[in-house]
């Protein structure tokens, strides 16, 4: 088992930035590849980003916010990050992190996840 818990959210201008974090216990924090998505009310929860295990040599983005966000992690912190910057209204919705063996784009294939932090764009 992982348990997974994001911070960092919150409400801010657009044009500003923010720093997602999200906290891993339990099972060895680097064996996990890391995604985020984010899901806002009415719509579907959507692939972000993605970093593999255990350096994270590899990341991958959604072409919506491909240049403005970066992911990263620090196993020794057993923690992985979301700096969003030059963020935008359409960036507002909850945003989740979520964790399994595999590196993956869909939801779908993760087997762990995190509860969830609110981020609020405003214009």
């Known amino acids: 088992q992982v348990q997974l818990v994001e911070s960092g959210g919150g409400l801010v201008q657009a044009g500003g930035s923010l720093k997602l974090s999200c906290a891993a216990s339990g099972r060895t924090f680097s064996a996990y590849a890391v995604g985020w998505f984010r899901q806002a009310p009415g719509k579907e929860r959507d692939f972000v980003a993605v970093?593999?295990?255990?350096?994270?040599?590899?990341?991958s983005y959604a072409d919506s916010v491909k240049g403005r966000f970066t992911i990263s992690r620090d196993n020794a912190k057993s923690t992985a990050y979301l700096q969003m910057n030059s963020l935008k209204p359409e960036d507002t919705a909850v945003y989740y992190c979520?964790?399994?063996?595999?590196?993956?784009?869909?939801?779908?294939?993760?087997?762990?996840w995190g509860q969830g932090t609110q981020v609020t764009v405003s214009s």
């Open positions: 979520a964790a399994d063996i595999r590196m993956s784009e869909h939801p779908s294939q993760y087997a762990y």
């Open positions: 970093i593999s295990y255990p350096g994270g040599s590899r990341t």
